[in-house]
């Protein structure tokens, strides 16, 4: 890893070497927080979690051949090298700013409220046509995740394209100071982490926090359908790039044909011309998304045919409305997370499904004081999908499907708990079902997809 010596990297945490010194100048071949993942020439970063503390494997680690280890404590006679530092988290942040630096290449930081992985993945797919490209991985987009995504990269990579989640003020200050973008995409300002950030207006303050650590003459791409976003002038002195579905933003989509859950097609226009797209996962937030990819692809040079592969060799990630066939179902996952924006987005595709069309929703976390009202919410549009079942799970939930039956909606189900669900599902859907199994990750909906899947 490049430059990150053991003094180097005690230096940039503001950390205190202790060890033998002819290791100081010795560079480390990885960094994880996870002992079961050592290599030899690692150094490893023990974090104090609710259920166990890092420092309890630094031993372990050692002995698996790690080059060395942060310590919060005083291990000064250990037999290996420490670098004693106050706060773990606090220097792997630091850490990667550091060696972000080093390498010295361009990053793409993408936000929102909705839509920030998959257009994660269509940026990344598009610009993979010209460049050697590493892109977050998971959900690994949180001060801690971000870091770890930063420590992926190598000097072969030729750009980064870097997803960043936030959930209260200042994380996004915390998260764009490591990342330091050359291009800031920003998908959408919605309903999300309402508890913390009160309404929209709170939303969008704390998603452009990531303006004030924009690199240079650096881009802005942000999607001008949003009235929040749109409402944007200049960052930096420099004015933003607008994509959407409205003509009068430089970069647009028109003729744009719904194939059902195979897909979307459309025409994507440029300032240097228009080509026609196939994008293969479908609904119309990856028209979005590859507007997005578009947008960037524009800005890295990339010319419209290389840009146009990228989007048509899109691949769903699981948990975000990935396709599953068996001999029984269609299976849609779109369960890794929730809130009302994405539960319309999903419903809305799944009304273009051939056959039986059965919703199964869970609670949506974090919405704060209007929690009840917008899951009502989404009730009342789900009636209005022509769905043949909607099935509720969740105390939350309640409300979405006394909404969905106050619209007029005659099968509904409501249920209090995912135990209860797994026990009911197998009466309620039928062979032939397309079915989308969607809330937020605490409500552990993969188990609703393996049991559809194993059936």
């Known amino acids: 890893m490049k430059n990150l010596t053991l003094e180097n990297i005690a230096a940039a945490c503001g950390g205190t070497y202790q ?30 979690g609710s259920r166990a503390d890092g420092h309890d494997f630094i031993p372990q680690v050692m002995e698996a051949g790690a080059l060395a280890s942060l310590s919060e404590k005083d291990l ?3 037999p290996y090298p420490v670098i004693r530092v106050q706060s773990s988290l606090q220097a792997v942040k630091d850490i990667a700013a550091y060696y972000l630096k080093q390498l010295d290449i361009p990053v793409v930081g993408i936000t ?3 839509g920030k992985t998959s257009t994660k993945e269509a940026i990344a797919s598009v610009l993979s046509q010209k460049y050697r490209v590493l ?5 690994f987009n949180n001060e801690l995740g971000l870091p770890l995504t930063v420590f992926r990269l190598r000097q072969e990579d030729e750009i980064a394209v870097l997803e960043m989640g936030i959930s209260d003020f200042g994380e996004m200050h915390r998260l764009a100071s490591i990342a330091r973008p050359d291009i800031c995409v920003i998908t959408n300002i919605g309903c999300c982490h309402l508890e913390n950030l009160g309404d929209r207006d709170g939303v969008f303050r704390a998603k452009t926090e990531i303006f004030d650590h924009l690199k240079g003459q650096g881009t802005v791409i942000l999607n001008g359908d949003d009235d929040k976003l749109a409402a944007v002038k200049q960052v930096q002195g420099k004015p933003p790039v607008f994509f959407g579905l409205e003509e009068k933003h430089p970069i647009h989509a028109g003729r744009i044909e719904s194939r059902g859950l195979k897909g979307t097609a459309c025409t994507i226009c440029t300032p240097v011309g228009d080509f026609d797209v196939i994008i293969p996962i479908p609904g119309q937030h990856m028209v979005y998304n590859a507007l997005a990819g578009t947008a960037v692809g524009l800005a890295f040079g990339l010319d419209l045919d290389q840009i146009r592969r990228g989007i048509e060799s899109l691949q769903p990630v699981n948990g975000r409305f990935h396709m599953i066939e068996t001999d029984q179902y269609t299976i849609v996952d779109d369960c890794y997370n929730a809130n009302p924006m994405s539960m319309k987005a999903s419903l809305q595709i799944l009304r273009d499904a051939l056959g039986r069309k059965v919703a199964v929703l869970g609670d949506m976390g974090e919405l704060g004081i209007r929690e009840d009202a917008l ?13 043949d079942l909607l099935i ?9 499907a006394q909404a969905a039956r106050k619209a007029g909606m005659e099968q509904v189900v409501h ?16 062979e032939g079902d397309t079915i989308l199994v969607k809330a937020s990750h605490y409500m552990h909906f993969e188990k609703v997809v393996d049991a559809l899947q194993n059936s």
């Open 19 to 48: 060890g033998p010194e002819h290791l100081r100048q010795q560079c480390v071949s990885s960094i994880t927080t996870d002992s079961r993942k050592t290599e030899p020439g690692c150094l490893f970063v023990p974090i104090v």
């Open 76 to 78: 000064k006679d250990a």
């Open 375 to 387: 899951h009502a919410e989404v009730g009342t549009f789900a009636a209005s999908c022509g769905l």
């Open 135 to 139: 892109k977050t991985q998971g959900n």
């Open 392 to 400: 509720c799970t969740g105390p939350h939930c309640a409300y979405m």
């Open 415 to 430: 249920l209090e708990s995912l135990e209860e669900l797994l026990n009911r599902l197998p009466g309620l859907v039928k």
């Open 112 to 114: 929102g409220s909705v």
